[in-house]
């Protein structure tokens, strides 16, 4: 799989960015909550896997290979998606096409997208279709040409076929990315994350209280997250202060699937299953937010200040851990990504940082001991180049200073 940025720190992932002119959010993003479920090529078996489904959805718009065997005329890949929560799609788009200077390699030239509504075995109905061109120039996108229907999905099949300049018999097909925007229903929180998982290069240990998550990996390594819908962010640390990075789902079979980033590596497909042995490394406290917590897990309306219902869970774990620590001096510090004008997202993200200030001051803490700030887009903690990066970039600092 491609090289993805180091991502760094837990973030706000909020349902809009923080910019006035952004785009709304790339639904069919890994950092939104959609997660690849199955992959087929046939005629041939064109050792397509999971890792490359990931590429497609992981915000990266560089163009990568997305095929392990080349392609003859006729085959086709497909890539099925699950959603978090019931989607009606307004547009689909695939960006930077471009061509590799090789004869036996090509983008991709026919790209159809599907959608179920009952099941991930269907029935499938067309929601949107186009035929490739190369682009001039990057940052560019073709807009698929959408079905007249456009129902509320939960998985998106994603068909490729063709090549833009097949040179050769046997071509090595590349592809970007898929970018899909609409309407979504708010996920329900994931009660999942709670339990031992293990694999390939996993051993992973959770544990849950509502929206907050700590736990160790690796044996010996602390962790803690924020839940929101169905997805996980994490930071850990090992013994000797080597950093990773999580992002990750837990799906209806009880399997984790995510991404991780060890050192400022690129990140890598970190997938386990539920295991029945006992823990050995989780920490006896309780999982809690408070003073010195950076926090992911409140959403709010797009380019809005309101807070969404359903992150009133942790906003009332925000107040509880406040209350808990008796902090004074509590400074709720708003980041944002950097979509849009400088200005703007500074103002955003003080006017969100004030909302959360008032929904903590409403739950009972004491409106001397608490402020807001803002400081926008200046002061990234990863990459702004993705949608993994710029979901890390939108968060919430607190801090206290007695």
């Known amino acids: 799989m491609r090289k993805l940025r180091w991502l760094l720190c837990l973030a706000i992932m ?25 992959v087929t090529s046939a005629p041939s078996d064109l050792r397509v896997g999971i890792d490359q489904a990931i590429g497609v959805i992981d915000g990266n718009w560089a163009g990568f290979g997305i095929l392990r065997k080349p392609a003859v005329a006729g085959d086709v890949v497909e890539m099925t998606f699950s959603l978090p929560a019931p989607t009606r799609f307004d547009r689909f788009a695939v960006p930077n096409v471009f061509e590799t200077r090789s004869p036996s ?13 009952d099941s991930v075995d269907g029935p499938y109905l067309p929601l949107a279709r186009a035929e490739l061109t190369t682009h001039e120039s990057d940052g560019e996108q ?37 970018i899909g925007t609409g309407v979504q229903q708010e996920p329900p929180l994931s009660e999942a994350f709670a339990g031992v998982w293990s694999g390939r290069g996993v051993k992973l240990e959770l544990e849950q209280k509502g929206p907050v998550v700590t736990g160790c990996y690796d044996g010996n390594s602390e962790l ?11 930071l850990g640390a090992d013994p000797a202060g080597v950093p990773s990075q999580f992002i990750l789902i837990a799906g209806d079979d009880g399997a984790i699937q995510g991404l991780r980033s060890s050192n400022g590596a690129p990140f890598k497909p970190y997938n386990g299953d539920r295991s029945d042995k006992p823990a050995t490394c989780l920490q006896p406290e309780p999982p809690k937010l408070g003073c010195g917590s950076i926090v992911h897990g409140i959403g709010f309306d797009f380019d809005s200040d309101r807070i969404r219902p359903a992150s009133q869970g942790v906003v009332e774990e925000l107040y509880a851990g406040l209350s808990a620590d008796a902090g004074t001096g509590i400074r ?24 959360v200030v008032a929904a903590l001051v409403d739950l009972g803490i004491d409106p001397a001991d608490i402020s807001a700030a803002g400081r926008g887009e200046a002061e990234p903690i990863a990459s702004n180049d993705d949608e993994a990066g710029r979901s890390l970039n939108r968060r919430v600092e607190v801090t206290c200073s007695g």
């Open 14 to 38: 909020p349902t809009g960015t923080l910019a006035q002119d952004a785009a709304p959010p790339d639904l069919l993003s890994f950092a939104q909550g959609a997660v690849p479920v199955a």
């Open 105 to 117: 390699q090509t983008f991709v030239k026919t790209v159809e997208v599907l959608g179920a509504t």
């Open 142 to 178: 073709t807009a698929l040409v959408l079905s007249d229907d456009q129902p509320e999905v939960r998985w998106v099949r994603l068909r490729l076929s063709g090549g833009i300049d097949v040179q050769t018999d046997k071509s090595f097909l590349e592809f970007s990315e898929l």
């Open 224 to 234: 803690k997250g924020t839940v929101r819908g169905n997805i996980l962010r994490a």
């Open 332 to 355: 709720i510090i708003g980041h944002s990504s950097s979509e849009g004008a400088e200005d703007y997202n500074r103002d955003l993200s003080e006017r969100r940082a004030r909302s």
